[in-house]
């Protein structure tokens, strides 16, 4: 089951920086948030991930509450190609090093001219 | 650099048929993931390999679904016979290292299947 609670969809005007909210109330101290992206017809994409100090790279910035019970990716400036489905998901470590993604349905988020 | 490749990226079949699916991760990658994506849902894992054994294949549907990573390199995902159900996105994944030291996967397009 995913550990983590999304927007269905949300919109955001061209040029303007959309916010994408993820709830992670029951992550353990150990697990890493991660987010990717999916845009139509194509295989997921890495943004970003984070374990509890906010994290930028060229694509986003990723913003832990100190709590580490919810997250918000952040696209600066948002374009037309930023429209996609975004997934924040936990990464679970199991025994024997093993890591998994638990995704669950993600944001669709719509870019508008 | 050469991205993970899949094959074929269409594919219908009618269901009790069987049907093969192909992925090339890239170069170097030692952790190779197939996932199931149906429509309007996360990614779910099916299958992880660490070169070329299983280290995870709690959901994949044994009675159906077989997949082989012979070499550590190219790996093929089988589903025998197919369900209506089983009509999906499977995407395959590749990474350095067991979910990759950095998290970072990188998929390929898919092999989109309908099943009538």
């Known amino acids: 089951d995913a550990k983590t609670t999304q927007p269905t969809s949300m919109d955001c005007a061209e040029g303007r920086a959309a916010n994408l909210p993820c709830n992670h109330s029951t992550i353990s101290g150990n697990e890493y948030v991660y987010w990717y992206r999916q845009i139509h017809s194509q295989g997921p994409q890495y943004i970003i991930h984070?374990?509890?100090?906010?994290e930028t790279n060229e694509m986003a910035s990723l913003i832990i509450t100190e709590d580490r019970k919810s997250s918000t990716l952040i696209l600066p400036h948002a374009t037309l190609r930023d429209t996609a489905v975004y997934y924040c998901i936990v990464r679970v470590d199991n025994a024997g090093n093993n890591r998994k993604l638990i995704w669950g349905l993600g944001t669709s988020l719509a870019v508008n001219p | 650099e050469a991205g993970v490749a899949q094959s074929p990226r269409y594919k219908i079949i009618e269901k009790r048929q069987s049907v093969a699916f192909w992925c090339n991760p890239i170069s170097g990658h030692a952790t190779l993931y197939w996932y199931q994506q149906i429509l309007g849902q996360g990614p779910k894992l099916l299958i992880q390999f660490q070169n070329n054994g299983v280290v995870d294949d709690s959901q994949l549907p044994k009675d159906r679904f077989s997949a082989e990573r012979l070499k550590g390199v190219d790996s093929t995902l089988k589903i025998q016979p197919a369900k209506l159900e089983d009509s999906a996105v499977y995407l395959c994944a590749s990474s350095l290292a067991l979910a990759g030291r950095t998290g970072e996967l990188f998929f390929g397009e898919g092999s989109r299947l309908t099943v009538l």
């Open positions: 984070g374990l509890k100090n906010n």
